[in-house]
């Protein structure tokens, strides 16, 4: 029988399942949206029984759109968004909606938490800064400002920790999700005491630690019937969003890196050992197969593009699909740099290289002589200069690459990844790949079934689709706007915190 795998990728605004052969070749796909609650600033949220419905949506029309049969189905792997956080009951209901990386409301807790722990000593066991977007500051939180809804709550868990729950019962995390919650010690890959202490519970308010590619079985009859495949479907449980972005990538040799701009954007490497900067602008997560993944990541990718759509230019939500391309054309428009305008794209609060949550949104530069087209070039560009940022920390730390490649929603649009392969110096390589966080998921369920022994088998199944080459011209304007985009950000550290903390004044005097 031919082999069939799907892909299910829980993003932050949407769930997509895809269905792939052994060799990754794509026979269909399908989506789901919910909306990112933000009903305050600082807030990000997710309602999880939405998630568990759209992820039932995804695969039911990706089965259908496939014309599978329920048997055709060998085996299904998640791709998951990370660190997200929620409480949940004796009986596995919600106690609270999924606070997820751009929920920043814990900003307080970890900045007491850095004070009061050795924040660098738990920054190298367990390749996480002190953070608001990580589990112990966001429990540190609801215990303190939730007391009640801290004393019912018999679990935190992940958002993929609850689907994974709702849809079989199991009550299990992977490595690679723990990783991103800031409560796993890398070396010996288990919980870490100091974490939970920050946070304040035990480990049995955690759940059961499993290898990436362990195969799950069980699918509660109900949902077997509404997706359309046998109850007996394996599933792998599969890693994070991020780290199969690389893996799906094909970007799993020494000296490969991945750039990856969806919602946030990261750049990452893979190595054989947990690696962490000297400098603390970087983490580690692990991927499975025994490979990590040292890297680093911005809140403010894609999200920030949506934003200016949706929110600043108004498009109406029936002509927004096609919106992009229209932006792009308008940027296109304008030189590189913007003429001089500079975006600061600190809507989400920051994650790497320097971990402040308070950081906010700047546009500076303005004039007369900047209209819609400089905007839109400017945010592009704002939120590339945030990616050379982080990929310098990690070129720091595992040295030159010899290949970046592209992953993400952006490597749809032609402009943003000339404007970052300008910014970072370097060619890009376009993978054929475009679902490359379900291809990594698919993947593992794929190593879970035994057809493949190891990672390193993925390389030849991803062709390059197109490349790149950097403009020096632009380049070398670039870098003058990125050192005067730095001394910006580092002068207005002050302003930051006092904005975000009046921010916050107002949110607790609305409620």
């Known amino acids: 029988m031919k082999i069939r795998v799907i892909g299910l990728d829980i993003g932050t605004t949407g769930t997509r399942a895809v269905v792939f052969d052994e060799l990754g070749q794509v026979y269909a796909s399908a989506s789901c949206d919910y909306p990112l609650l933000v009903p305050h600033p600082g807030y990000g949220e997710q309602e999880p029984d939405s998630i568990v419905r759209a992820v039932v949506c995804a695969l039911k029309d990706a089965v259908a759109r496939a014309a599978l049969r329920p048997e055709e189905v060998s085996a299904i792997g998640v791709s998951a968004v990370m660190h997200s956080t929620l409480a949940l009951d004796r009986e596995g209901k919600p106690l609270t909606n999924a606070w997820t990386w751009v929920d920043t409301r814990a900003a307080p807790q970890a900045t007491r938490l850095k004070r009061e722990h050795e924040a660098a000593a738990y920054y190298v066991r367990s390749g996480c800064p002190v953070h608001a977007m990580y589990t112990p500051a966001k429990v540190a939180h609801i215990r303190e400002t939730l007391p009640d809804i801290f004393a019912r709550a018999d679990r935190f868990a992940t958002i993929k920790e609850y689907v994974l729950w709702r849809l079989f019962g199991a009550r299990v995390i992977d490595y690679g999700i723990a990783s991103g919650s800031g409560c796993l010690n890398m070396e010996a890959k288990d919980w870490d005491a100091e974490a939970l202490a920050m946070a304040g519970i035990g480990r049995e308010r955690l759940a059961e630690l499993v290898e990436p590619t362990t195969l799950i079985q069980g699918l509660k009859p109900e949902f077997a019937?509404?997706?359309?495949?046998?109850?007996?479907?394996?599933?792998?449980?599969?890693?994070?969003?991020?780290?199969?972005?690389?893996?799906?990538?094909?970007?799993?040799?020494?000296?490969?890196?991945?750039?990856?701009?969806?919602?946030?954007?990261?750049?990452?490497?893979?190595?054989?050992?947990?690696?962490?900067?000297?400098?603390?602008?970087?983490?580690?997560?692990?991927?499975?197969?025994?490979?990590?993944?040292?890297?680093?990541?911005?809140?403010?990718?894609?999200?920030?593009?949506?934003?200016?759509?949706?929110?600043?230019?108004?498009?109406?939500?029936?002509?927004?699909?096609?919106?992009?391309?229209?932006?792009?054309?308008?940027?296109?428009?304008?030189?590189?740099?913007?003429?001089?305008?500079?975006?600061?794209?600190?809507?989400?609060?920051?994650?790497?290289?320097?971990?402040?949550?308070?950081?906010?949104?700047?546009?500076?530069?303005?004039?007369?002589?900047?209209?819609?087209?400089?905007?839109?070039?400017?945010?592009?560009?704002?939120?590339?200069?945030?990616?050379?940022?982080?990929?310098?920390?990690?070129?720091?730390?595992?040295?030159?690459?010899?290949?970046?490649?592209?992953?993400?929603?952006?490597?749809?649009?032609?402009?943003?990844?000339?404007?970052?392969?300008?910014?970072?110096?370097?060619?890009?390589?376009?993978?054929?790949?475009?679902?490359?966080?379900?291809?990594?998921?698919?993947?593992?369920?794929?190593?879970?079934?035994?057809?493949?022994?190891?990672?390193?088998?993925?390389?030849?199944?991803?062709?390059?689709?197109?490349?790149?080459?950097?403009?020096?011209?632009?380049?070398?304007?670039?870098?003058?706007?990125?050192?005067?985009?730095?001394?910006?950000?580092?002068?207005?550290?002050?302003?930051?915190?006092?904005?975000?903390?009046?921010?916050?004044?107002?949110?607790?005097?609305?409620?």
């Open 225 to 511: 019937r509404e997706i359309g495949v046998s109850a007996a479907v394996p599933l792998a449980v599969g890693s994070s969003d991020g780290t199969l972005s690389s893996l799906g990538s094909g970007a799993v040799a020494p000296g490969q890196m991945t750039a990856m701009i969806g919602t946030s954007g990261a750049v990452r490497a893979i190595t054989d050992r947990p690696v962490v900067d000297p400098r603390g602008r970087t983490w580690c997560y692990y991927l499975a197969d025994d490979r990590w993944v040292p890297g680093a990541a911005i809140n403010n990718g894609g999200i920030v593009y949506r934003w200016l759509r949706d929110d600043i230019l108004r498009v109406p939500e029936a002509a927004r699909e096609d919106a992009y391309q229209a932006m792009d054309e308008a940027a296109a428009r304008v030189p590189a740099g913007a003429h001089g305008l500079v975006f600061l794209p600190f809507l989400a609060g920051e994650r790497a290289p320097f971990w402040n949550a308070d950081a906010r949104g700047v546009l500076f530069g303005l004039s007369l002589r900047h209209g819609q087209g400089h905007l839109v070039r400017a945010t592009l560009e704002g939120v590339a200069y945030r990616m050379f940022s982080i990929f310098a920390a990690l070129r720091d730390i595992a040295g030159p690459p010899h290949e970046v490649r592209a992953a993400g929603g952006f490597t749809k649009s032609r402009l943003w990844l000339q404007i970052l392969a300008d910014i970072f110096g370097v060619r890009l390589h376009v993978p054929v790949v475009a679902e490359a966080s379900a291809w990594g998921a698919a993947y593992l369920a794929l190593m879970g079934l035994g057809v493949y022994r190891s990672i390193d088998q993925m390389l030849p199944l991803v062709p390059i689709a197109s490349q790149v080459p950097f403009d020096p011209a632009s380049h070398d304007r670039y870098q003058r706007l990125f050192e005067l985009y730095m001394r910006l950000y580092w002068h207005l550290q002050d302003q930051f915190t006092e904005i975000s903390s009046l921010q916050r004044e107002e949110t607790a005097n609305s409620r």
